[in-house]
């Protein structure tokens, strides 16, 4: 069965690429953290309207006011829209890149920027929405989404409560994954598995009930992912009727909850078994293309349980082998098809695998309007900074993320790659060049148009030896 899946790194850079900045320079927004304006909310019964955003952007080298408003400007600052908005909630926004901002993008599974999470009182989501547009229609359509769901018997700050209380029939237990589903709240599997339990035997002969259990993704070591796999002939049906976009969410999602699972309880066997049913996505004819995806999840998790005596020789082995030994043109023709393939069958998902983004990539802003993104360069770019972040001093290891980095650079010179380069360049005591390659990141950055403030800090440390 082929069920190709996008790849982690490729799914972290549409997260960068298909957002915009939302700067909502009229509303008035409150000055103290989402936990004391949530205190005050239920004081005052009010809802909280939270905007999770890029930071300030900056002008663009040569764009005059206009053309900046053309494509930074939002609909959140229509007159309409944020009367609405001040008059019924209470408003607190979060640029990204903020302790706060991290911390709630784990709370509430953000992985898109910008994020609107319209939230009861209590704070639970009621209503989610994301990216940046003019039209002000589309925002007072959602403030009146949200009217209704707070109105509704149903919506999930009550299901919640009902299942706090106790309440396990399985009429409402699929109720309450649905409604969940709807907001992008993720399910757990243990809450899957409580679903499963109340079903008879016969329900897993239903190939909706089957489908059902796929799209929340069960942890493939679960009772739910077992058992709504008994029936081979369903799960074959399932695979050759489905729309291949369903059949790619599902299994990208199966596998992601599957890794985090494994990492939380620091479980290298069910590691493996993620990463198994990664590589079983791909035809038995492209075995290079399956073993590549194995490698991958396994590289997340050791590199999220820090375990570096299998992550580094594993993540050198794979770059050499993937990137450095094959040339350029042919791995972006790859990605060329990968991208081609997606784009047939994929629609923009209302809230894409809600796995948190992996924490050794390294963010690089990147103007997808403007920009066309080599994602080649890019892979290079993360496996040279994951690679630094490991911590390692190995001479040996760094000078082959340093090799990356260099020709990260030569195919895309973009700021952030020389940053990537300088640090490496640094941590080799190769202090003079470190310091002019960071002087090049922070050129590049003004000529992007980003912030080079980051940037200039490096350099000062980098002078000072303090890095």
Not at 141 to 151: C, G
Not at 429 to 439: D, F, I, P
Request: charged share 25%; proline share 4%.
């Amino acid at each position: 069965m082929n069920r190709p899946v996008i790849r982690p790194l490729l799914a972290l850079l549409c997260w960068l690429t298909f957002t915009a900045a939302a700067d909502a320079q009229q509303l008035r927004f409150e000055k103290d953290s989402l936990g004391q304006v949530l205190q005050r909310a239920r004081q005052q019964q009010k809802p909280v309207f939270l905007l999770m955003r890029m930071g300030e952007r900056p002008g663009a080298a040569g764009l005059t006011k206009a053309q900046m408003e053309q494509r930074y400007g939002t609909g959140l600052d229509d007159a309409a829209v944020a009367k609405e908005l001040e008059r019924e909630f209470l408003l607190v926004d979060v640029p990204f890149g903020t302790p706060e901002a991290q911390r709630l993008a784990r709370r509430y599974y953000v992985n898109t920027y910008p994020t609107y999470l319209y939230l009861h009182p209590d704070g639970t989501v009621l209503h989610r929405s994301y990216g940046n547009t003019h039209d002000a229609q589309r925002y007072l359509r959602d403030i009146e989404t949200f009217r209704q769901k707070l109105a509704s018997t149903d919506n999930l700050s009550r299901l919640e409560q009902r299942y706090t209380q106790g309440e396990r029939s399985a009429e409402f237990l699929r109720q309450y994954i649905k409604t969940r589903r709807s907001v992008g709240a993720p399910i757990g599997a243990a809450l899957l598995d409580t679903y499963v339990q109340e079903l008879p035997v016969k329900a897993f002969d239903r190939f909706s009930e089957v489908v059902f259990i796929h799209d929340c993704g069960p942890v493939v070591d679960s009772r739910a992912y077992k058992l709504a796999r008994l029936n081979k002939r369903l799960i074959d049906s399932m695979y050759a009727t489905l729309p291949l976009a369903q059949r790619t969410a599902f299994n990208n999602l199966i596998i992601s909850n599957t890794m985090q699972a494994a990492i939380t309880r620091r479980d290298q066997n069910l590691a493996m078994q993620g990463a198994n049913f990664a590589r079983g996505t791909w035809s038995t004819k492209d075995y290079r293309r399956g073993m590549r995806t194995y490698e991958q999840n396994m590289l997340h998790y050791y590199g999220a349980v820090k375990d570096t005596t299998r992550y580094l020789p594993m993540l050198v082995n794979f770059y050499e082998q993937h990137y450095m030994a094959t040339p350029a043109d042919t791995i972006r023709r790859q990605q060329a098809a990968q991208r081609a393939l997606r784009s047939s069958f994929q629609n923009p998902s209302p809230y894409p695998n809600l796995a948190r983004p992996d924490s050794t990539i390294k963010v690089t802003w990147v103007e997808s309007k403007t920009t066309p993104v080599d994602t080649y360069a890019l892979d290079l770019n993360n496996g040279a900074w994951a690679l630094y972040k490991s911590g390692t001093r190995r001479t040996t290891y760094l000078t082959q993320a340093m090799r990356w980095s260099q020709r990260s650079i030569d195919l895309d010179p973009q700021s952030g790659y020389y940053d990537t380069l300088a640090h490496l360049l640094y941590v080799l005591r190769l202090n003079a060049e470190a310091e002019v390659t960071q002087e090049k990141a922070v050129a590049q950055a003004k000529k992007e148009g980003r912030p080079a403030g980051e940037f200039q800090e490096t350099l000062r440390k980098m002078k000072a030896r303090t890095l």
